[in-house]
């Protein structure tokens, strides 16, 4: 009937720290659903993750993607369109909207991505 769902969830445990750090867990998860009709297609997707970074030990402060101790969060919600324009040929359009929270840091980050193009088959 034109719908897709789909989904998944990911945890690395303690993959990519330091061995002296006490960090606890890491783990991402998202879902998303598109609908297709004709030549016309739109999705949305939503994404969540959390770094945990424990607390550093003296001189090993930076951990993989941890700049300081505690908690980074990152969640993305992603809405495209596309249209088969002609055999082969597809413009779309796609707009990101993220939020990143660090728990200590303070470096918080949020934004808006937006991207048009066309795909080319042949």
């Known amino acids: 009937m034109g719908f897709s ?7 690395w445990g303690k993959s990519n720290t330091l061995k002296t750090d ?13 609908y297709e009709t ?4 739109v999705s949305v997707t939503y994404l969540h ?22 908690k980074n969060k990152f969640s993305n919600v ?7 324009l002609a055999p082969g040929l597809t413009p779309y359009v796609e707009v990101s909207w993220y939020d990143e929270n660090s728990t200590t840091v303070g470096d918080d980050n949020k934004g808006v ?8 088959n042949f």
């Open 5 to 11: 769902i789909a989904g998944s969830y990911g945890d």
């Open 22 to 34: 006490n960090s606890h867990d890491t783990w991402y998860w998202d879902v998303g659903g598109a």
């Open 38 to 41: 004709g030549p016309f297609g």
């Open 49 to 70: 993750s959390q770094v945990d970074c424990g607390t550093a030990q003296a001189g090993a402060g930076i951990n993989g993607n941890c700049l300081a101790d505690g």
């Open 78 to 84: 992603s809405v495209g369109a596309d249209y088969k």
């Open 113 to 120: 991505v937006g991207i048009v193009g066309t795909q080319l």
